[in-house]
């Protein structure tokens, strides 16, 4: 690890929990491929990274520890506790603790610019190829990484699975209000500042947080920006959860586009 790599990991250590997994195996000359996963909501705070790497993933990722096996298949993987989360836990309420950091839209800001000092940590990484680099999450985390890949142009591959919808059908509660960006964004503007890189869209037929005809309206716009590219759009006779098929077509995109 260059001397730079350290300072910025011990800096990101100092303030946050996180986990970065390498593969096994002699490395590729240019470097391996990374992900930055970017880990759920789920209405459970005790756990950030946890939910995703290790042995003790969340019930709804169908008992895998995704990013293990995103490891396991030739990436570098990283995630980090976002602010609420796991290390980062807090006492306070999520409006509490939205109004503490100054109200709507200064929490998703600070999660979105951690995101990026993710990205920036993996391309600090000597055996990582800077130009190779993905974010994929599930539910939150795949509003945390479209968010991500339509801000920053490092990012090669987006994959987002189980959260997609139009504002005029999204199902408001609390915990939106509290974490969503603002101003709020049409999923239009977002589609197109990721475009034409590729991307991976996954969604349920029963997901009760995302109601299949709002994604699929979101999925025909997409496809009209997209016009034939490296768009996918891959619906599921599932709720919200995230299965095997998932984890496989995600191993999928990744030997594909990244």
Request: with cysteine; aromatic share 12%; glycine share 6%.
């Amino acid at each position: 690890m260059s001397i730079l790599s350290t300072i910025i990991c011990l800096l990101l250590s100092s303030v946050l929990s996180s986990q970065l997994l390498v593969p096994d195996g002699p490395q590729p000359e240019q470097g391996w491929p990374a992900v930055v996963l970017l880990h759920d909501h789920g209405a459970r705070f005790e756990k950030g990274w946890q939910k995703v790497i290790g042995d003790n993933p969340e019930p709804y990722y169908s008992g895998m520890a995704i990013g293990d096996s995103l490891a396991a298949d030739g990436y570098v993987v990283y995630c980090m506790d976002a602010l609420y989360w796991g290390s980062r836990r807090s006492t306070l309420s999520q409006r509490q603790f939205s109004d503490s950091l100054g109200g709507e839209g200064a929490w998703y800001a600070r999660v979105l610019a951690e995101d990026q000092q993710s990205v920036s940590y993996l391309r600090s990484l000597p055996y990582v190829d800077s130009t190779r680099i993905a974010v994929a999450g599930f539910s939150y985390g795949a509003y945390r990484a479209w968010n991500l890949a339509s801000e920053d142009p490092r990012i090669k591959v987006c994959i987002a699975a189980h959260w997609m919808t139009t504002l005029a059908q999204n199902r408001y509660n609390d915990s939106w209000l509290c974490m969503a960006r603002k101003p709020q964004r049409p999923f239009e503007v977002i589609a197109s500042e990721i475009a034409p890189r590729p991307f991976l869209l996954q969604y349920g037929t029963q997901d009760k947080l995302f109601p299949v005809s709002a994604v699929d309206s979101c999925v025909h716009y997409i496809d009209s920006v997209y016009r034939g590219g490296a768009f996918r759009a891959e619906k599921y006779e599932c709720g919200h959860v995230f299965t095997h098929e998932h984890l496989k077509n995600w191993l999928i995109w990744l030997k594909m586009h990244l």
